[in-house]
């Protein structure tokens, strides 16, 4: 049986086909959508000094998350509770130092004060007793932050450090973190002495201890414990105040390998970068202090709450014992707190800088990527 044969268009169909404009050898055409011609751009991410409203309310949320990060480190990461008990450590020699200092006049065979001209007729005691406790507890303080910080470095990388490792990193730089202290040292006997001896701040100081911390027939210290106590919070909050202004000082020297004042330069530098980064962690920061001393505002207004009704906190069958526990379980936990909170603070200063310099924090936050910067943009590879 013969094959059938394709079917053979007649010449008057093909002519009709060419004439409509149709060939079956033409290949297909395609038509694209129009394409408005513009210029091209490139989009730039938003740098750490970006102005702008929305831009500088990004940058205090931005400020926010690395606060709350560095907290959440602490539980996400428990081996760094060892530089917490390192500064709980240091903390107790200042109050057991400074406690010894006020009630033995002879620590170290110096004289124990040197009088600085002041003015024309007034003169300013330099207590070299509490230069030597100042310089000893900033020089641990200061190595203390400079191994967290190359830890918090190293630990960003494909191949973390171990914290012995940051530590013995620290040595290379002994000489500018070493004249740091000591200048911080100074600069806290010479302010301590200068709030001491002035009558108007000591008011105002006596005033802040009477209504936060007096508590009578609870504390059950002994006055020279007392003492230590008041002395080593005045100098404490002078040294937090000093760690804030050389807030980039540290990183500078130990992640840059710069000398003091290169260091100083930068920070200052840095710090108008990232002012409102800072702001951002300071209300974190501030909140949490600001519960603290609501408690001990309740805990030191009780008496006046209960109409001055010292019988309770006299009597065991009362509020005594209640008391007593409620003082001293809130001194321990203000120690504790701030035995950790140094090593909170610590990482959000390895943050910040990390983000002044590259834009990038050493840390990623819960929820929020690494490489995403306070408005949402990529930073760059």
């Known amino acids: 049986m013969a094959e059938p044969q394709p079917?053979?268009?007649?010449?008057?169909?093909?002519?009709?086909?060419?004439?409509?404009?149709?060939?079956?050898?033409?290949?297909?055409m395609r038509t694209a959508p129009a394409v408005l011609a513009v210029p091209s751009a490139t989009a730039h991410p938003a740098q750490p000094g970006s102005s702008g409203a929305a831009g500088g309310q990004g940058r205090i949320q931005r400020g926010i998350s690395i606060a709350t990060g560095s907290i959440k480190a602490m539980f996400r990461e428990r081996h760094l509770l060892w530089f917490s008990l390192i500064a709980g450590i240091i903390f107790l020699f200042l109050i057991v130092a400074e406690g010894w200092s006020v009630t033995h006049y002879a620590i170290i065979p110096l004289p124990y004060s040197i009088w600085i001209p002041f003015g024309?007729?007034?003169?300013?005691?330099?207590?070299?007793?509490?230069?030597?406790?100042?310089?000893?507890?900033l020089s641990s303080l200061t190595c203390l932050l400079a191994g967290l910080i190359l830890y918090r470095n190293g630990s960003s990388?494909?191949?973390?450090?171990?914290?012995?490792?940051?530590?013995?990193?620290?040595?290379?730089?002994?000489?500018?973190?070493?004249i740091l202290s000591i200048t911080m040292a100074f600069v806290a006997t010479l302010v301590f002495e200068l709030v001491s001896q002035s009558q108007f701040i000591g008011k105002i100081i006596f005033t802040i201890d009477m209504t936060l911390f007096y508590l009578p027939y609870a504390y059950y210290v002994p006055n020279e414990v007392t003492t230590a106590l008041f002395f080593s919070?005045?100098?404490?909050?002078?040294?937090?105040?000093?760690?804030?202004?050389?807030?980039?000082?540290?990183?500078g020297i130990v992640l840059e390998r710069k000398r003091l004042f290169p260091a100083l330069a930068g920070s200052v530098t840095l710090m108008k970068k990232t002012w409102r980064?800072?702001?951002?962690?300071?209300?974190?920061?501030?909140?949490?202090?600001?519960?603290?001393?609501?408690?001990?505002?309740?805990?030191?207004?009780?008496?006046?709450?209960l109409n001055h009704d010292y019988d309770f906190f006299l009597q065991f069958s009362r509020g005594k014992i209640l008391m007593t526990v409620a003082c001293y379980g809130f001194l321990l936990a203000s120690g504790i707190l701030m035995a950790i909170g140094s090593t909170?603070?610590?990482?959000?200063?390895?943050?910040?800088?990390?983000?002044?310099?590259?834009?990038?924090?050493?840390?990623?936050?819960?929820g929020i990527t690494l490489d995403e910067d306070c408005t949402g943009g990529q930073i760059g590879s």
């Open 7 to 28: 079917a053979t268009r007649t010449n008057k169909t093909r002519h009709l086909e060419e004439w409509m404009g149709w060939c079956p050898n033409t290949p297909a």
């Open 120 to 137: 024309d007729s007034s003169l300013i005691v330099f207590n070299l007793q509490l230069f030597l406790i100042e310089a000893i507890c």
């Open 157 to 178: 990388v494909k191949k973390p450090v171990a914290i012995r490792e940051a530590f013995d990193r620290v040595n290379a730089h002994a000489v500018p973190l070493a």
């Open 233 to 251: 919070f005045e100098i404490m909050i002078i040294n937090i105040v000093l760690f804030l202004v050389a807030v980039y000082v540290v990183p």
């Open 277 to 305: 980064e800072i702001l951002g962690c300071i209300l974190v920061f501030g909140t949490i202090l600001i519960g603290v001393a609501g408690i001990a505002l309740l805990i030191g207004q009780s008496p006046l709450l």
């Open 344 to 366: 909170v603070i610590g990482i959000a200063i390895a943050n910040l800088y990390a983000y002044g310099e590259t834009g990038r924090t050493t840390g990623i936050p819960e």
